[in-house]
């Protein structure tokens, strides 16, 4: 089967929801099969077109063999199997991930952070050192 | 009480390639070969479809896959597992007891379903 046929089955397969891992296993078993199809045919005395097109055509239609795998639920990976657990999950990862999104920010910043707590720290003591001299000449 | 037969319509392709792999382990067009050697061709399908089916097997815990490379190429062979033994037996039982019923219905005798 020539390559463009099995990127479209790898594109009907991947969109319907089907495991990475036997997207995969089904391609490479495919194309195996198909080499020795055509093997076959081309020992049998049919010349090169001919071979490919019975390999082609013994090995089904790709749009029914799309519809075959895909109507094997335990094929399929989480998300496509349990759609709304796997919503769920998300949302609750998502949920899960927001309090960790500034300390995670904080993480990758931490030299700019460092800098900027410096300044400020050293501000806040000028500014207050200042503030309670002024205090201190009024008072007195 | 009355037997529902759902392998009666989709166990077939399970039961052949179980039994193709009862004999020995094999890859996807051996047993394609086997299955259409051993049933004089009846059944005809695609023979992609053979690999959806596998991997539900594979998937169920009835048969066990494993990669070899054979004279540069990669092959997947198959082999049956205790729990593919067990659903091999269940699955020849379930159709010869079914396969017996519509014989009894072609045949025009009635009453139950007799052991093939």
Same mark, same amino acid.
């Given at each position: ?140 | ?42 059944? =005809?399908?695609?023979?992609? &479809?053979?690999?959806? $089916?596998?991997? !539900? +097997?594979?998937? %169920? ?31 020849? =039982?379930?159709?010869?007891? &079914?396969?017996?019923? $519509?014989?009894? !219905? +072609?045949?025009? %005798? ?7």
């Amino acid at each position: 089967m020539p390559d463009d046929k099995f990127e479209q089955l790898r594109f009907e397969l991947t969109r319907g929801g089907v495991a990475q891992v036997y997207v995969e296993r089904t391609l490479l078993e495919l194309s195996e099969h198909y080499a020795d199809l055509e093997s076959a045919a081309l020992a049998a005395g049919f010349g090169a077109d001919e071979a490919a097109r019975r390999a082609r055509e013994a090995l089904g239609d790709e749009h029914a063999l799309a519809a075959a795998i895909l109507s094997r639920r335990e094929l399929l990976c989480f998300e496509a199997r349990h759609p709304r657990v796997a919503n769920c999950l998300h949302s609750a990862a998502a949920i899960g991930a927001i309090p960790g999104l500034p300390l995670i920010y904080c993480i990758e910043h931490r030299p700019e952070l460092a800098r900027w707590g410096v300044a400020f720290s050293l501000a806040v003591t000028l500014v207050g050192g200042i503030l309670a001299t002024l205090d201190w000449l009024i008072v007195v | 009480m009355a037997q529902t037969n759902p392998p009666f319509m989709s166990g077939v392709p399970e039961l052949l390639v179980l039994r193709m792999l009862s004999a020995r382990e094999m890859y996807g067009y051996e047993i394609v070969k086997a299955m259409r050697l051993i049933t004089g061709e009846a059944i =005809g399908f695609g023979e992609g &479809v053979i690999y959806p $089916v596998l991997h !539900a +097997l594979e998937e %169920t815990g009835a048969v066990k896959a494993r990669r070899k490379a054979v004279n540069g190429r990669e092959r997947v062979y198959y082999s049956l597992t205790i729990k593919g033994k067990r659903r091999l037996e269940h699955l020849s =039982g379930e159709w010869r007891r &079914v396969s017996a019923g $519509v014989n009894s !219905a +072609l045949t025009g %005798t009635t009453g139950e379903p007799q052991d093939a």
